[in-house]
T-cell receptor, first 115, second 116 residues
Framework: EAQVTQNPRYLITVTGKKLTVTCSQN?????MSWYRQDPGLGLRQIYY???????DKGDVPEGYKVSRKEKRNFPLILESPSPNQTSLYFC??????????????FGPGTRLLVL | DQQVKQNSPSLSVQEGRISILNCDYT??????FLWYKKYPAEGPTFLIS?????DKNEDGRFTVFLNKSAKHLSLHIVPSQPGDSAVYFC???????????????FGKGTHLIIQP
């Protein structure tokens, strides 16, 4: 079954404690990205990756890092989380940067609370 | 400044009737529009899209209408079914190319509740 998986699904942490949210897809997709969803703001893109070792900033990259060492994985790293990063995070993937955006798969989401 | 607005946080509709979800945008450069559906504890899934060269696109029970002069689009669901209960996001894109940053601007969503 084609899917995008995220772990953990729920996380409560404290300010400043480094954390990583993993994202993995089993469709051999080149393109992956991270979004955050906040009340009253819809989804906003954080970072994206067009292929292995190729990453770039989205609309709201501050406070986040990503890496793309393998095609299937695209972890989101918060080196020093702050309360304003409390949000619902979605990973997404599609076949290639040029693929229709409608073909993009989203993961189930990770709800993060930073105290 | 919200460029894509979904002014109704929630909408309740009786099963079998028509559901109409509205979306307004302010950026006249937007030329591609999408609707996503989201169930609790799941990621958004693509529902239907429309290019600015069209004013209507239909897919089964779902129809999206675009009024460029009013900068308004709407999603019609006919007939509404219990499985349609979900949050619906409107999204818009300028100079859609499918590559690089998605360039998507999302609305904040409308929670549709279908009552039996």
């Amino acid at each position: 079954e084609a899917q995008v998986t995220q772990n953990p699904r729920y996380l409560i942490t404290v300010t400043g404690k480094k954390l990583t949210v993993t994202c993995s897809q089993n469709m051999n997709h080149e393109y992956m990205s991270w979004y955050r969803q906040d009340p009253g703001l819809g989804l906003r893109q954080i970072y994206y990756s067009m292929n292995v070792e190729v990453t770039d900033k989205g609309d709201v990259p501050e406070g986040y890092k990503v890496s793309r060492k393998e095609k299937r994985n695209f972890p989101l790293i918060l080196e020093s989380p702050s309360p304003n990063q409390t949000s619902l995070y979605f990973c997404a993937s599609r076949n290639s940067p040029g693929a229709l955006i409608e073909t993009q798969y989203f993961g189930p989401g990770t709800r993060l609370l930073v105290l | 400044d919200q460029q894509v607005k979904q002014n109704s946080p929630s909408l309740s509709v009786q099963e079998g009737r028509i559901s109409i979800l509205n979306c307004d945008y302010t950026n006249s450069m937007f030329d591609y529009f999408l609707w996503y559906k989201k169930y609790p504890a799941e990621g958004p899934t693509f529902l239907i899209s429309i290019s600015s060269i069209k004013d209507k696109n239909e897919d089964g029970r779902f129809t999206v209408f675009l009024n460029k002069s009013a900068k308004h689009l709407s999603l019609h669901i006919v007939p509404s079914q219990p499985g349609d209960s979900a949050v619906y996001f409107c999204a818009a894109s300028a100079a859609y190319s499918g590559g690089g940053a998605d360039g998507l601007t999302f609305g904040k969503g409308t929670h549709l509740i279908i009552q039996p």
